[in-house]
């Protein structure tokens, strides 16, 4: 943005690229603006300490689901892909993509992130 207002100030600017300039440098803060929104939306309505819980207990439910399967030996081969999906969808999740504030720290019971 800085670059394209100095850019709009030089003296020796055609006055079609200053128009044009000026065009990418209205839509671009419109965009900015836009997403903006959309992350102060996201972090404030989705990412939120009880979302977290909430995926964090599905994904209690999807460990538990599958220890129980491989306890039955060989049935466990037959384990909907599903379960597998979800309980990677889940860690990725709750270890990568929630905002900074809601800190995977805070969740009951020991999670570590792997590197």
Known sequence: MEDAQEELSRPGLLEEARVELTKSVEIFS?????????MAWVQSGVFTPERQRLAFQLLKVVVKTLKSASAQG???VFVPEFYITTLIHLTWLLLGQFHPTVPYTDLPGKIRQVN
């Open 30 to 38: 419109q965009k900015l603006q836009e997403q903006s929104r959309h």
């Open 74 to 76: 060989i049935l466990f």
